[in-house]
């Protein structure tokens, strides 16, 4: 009877100190969440980079390592570049080819083609200076009645022949030192672009079989070994950029309103150095029920709201999915 009594007195009390440190306790700081020494819960989460190539073909190199690091335009991998390489050297070949026509239309004839009608011209005059002193005799004796009038017409219109022979030659000279017409060049000048930039596309595709790193960055995965066939446009390396490593955390809505983009927080977890830093820069603007990790039994029935935070650079590397208590920090 007595043991009865004091099971009752002993619940009694528990109920008692239950209601009572319910009442000098927000709910929020019993949760894990709560008032300016609030602290959530929450873990790292990384941003990769998935690098594929845009045409399919066989792995012929691929230098990085799962786990390795890369810097800024170290080569990650290359599809077998054949078809591409001979691609950029036909383009090469037509653009040279375009050029040199374009140059050609630019400048007069060479000068051996100059020298053989200046040739032809002096040609012309010593036969026309000929011609003309046959024509003067043939004119004598045409008026002394000597000569009949078929020899002085030969004489006439061989001398007029000559003089249209060495006016067409000089005139040719002129043309030799002139460039081609306006519109030839036009058109040779837009063959000449077009293959520029047929070049231009030929290797921007063959850089795109061997990706470089855009930037400093963790090798997170590789999936694709040397010698295997790539489908076009399935990644081969993913790569984690230091600055693409962020919080993500959970607070309850009656904490969220107090949270800002860009407000400061700190943050540990464990064997990190102390002292972390991060700042907000996403504060979700939907409450969801249950966050994915679930921390707790009474966490599942809070409205919470998800944040994320962006380290402060120069601090301790962080792996993904590593978990981390963090902190607001008071204003």
Not at 64 to 79: N, P, S, T
Request: hydrophobic share 40%.
């Amino acid at each position: 009877m007595k043991r009865g009594r004091l099971i009752v007195i002993g619940g009694a009390a528990i109920a008692l100190l239950a209601v009572l440190l319910w009442q000098s306790t927000p709910l929020s700081a019993v949760l894990g969440f709560g008032d300016e020494s609030a602290r959530y819960l929450g873990y790292v989460e990384g941003e990769t980079s998935l690098i594929a190539p845009p045409v399919a073909g066989r792995l012929v190199e691929r230098p990085v390592e799962r786990g390795g690091h890369v810097k800024k335009g170290d080569r990650l991998f290359v599809i077998d570049p054949a078809i591409a390489e001979a691609e950029v050297a036909r383009t090469e070949a037509t653009l040279a080819e375009s050029k040199a026509r374009y140059r050609n239309l630019l400048t007069g004839k060479r000068q051996e083609e100059q020298d053989v009608t200046r040739a032809q011209r002096h040609e012309s005059e010593a036969a026309l200076a000929e011609a003309e002193i046959e024509y003067k005799r043939q004119s004598d004796l045409l008026a002394r009645g000597i000569n009949a009038r078929q020899a002085y017409d030969q004489a006439e219109s061989m001398v007029r022949q000559l003089h249209a022979r060495v006016a067409s030659l000089a005139a040719q000279e002129k043309v030799n030192d002139l460039a081609a017409r306006p519109d030839e060049i036009a058109a040779a000048k837009a063959t000449v672009d077009q293959d520029r930039a047929n070049l231009e596309q030929a290797r921007k595709k063959l850089a795109d079989q061997m990706p470089v790193a855009p930037e400093d960055a963790l090798v997170e995965n590789t999936f694709f070994n040397v010698g295997e066939w790539v489908p076009a446009g399935t990644p081969v390396v993913s790569l984690l950029p230091a600055f693409r490593v962020k919080l993500r955390f959970y607070v309850p809505q009656e904490d969220v309103a107090r949270l800002r983009m860009g407000q400061p927080v700190s943050f540990t977890c464990d064997s990190c150095p102390p002292d972390l830093k991060a700042r907000i820069i996403y504060v979700s603007p939907r409450a969801e029920y249950t966050p994915p990790v679930i921390y707790s039994q009474s966490a599942r029935a809070k409205l919470v709201f998800l944040i994320e935070a962006r380290p402060d650079p120069g601090q301790t590397p962080l792996s993904p999915g590593l978990p981390v208590t963090v902190a607001s920090v008071p204003r």
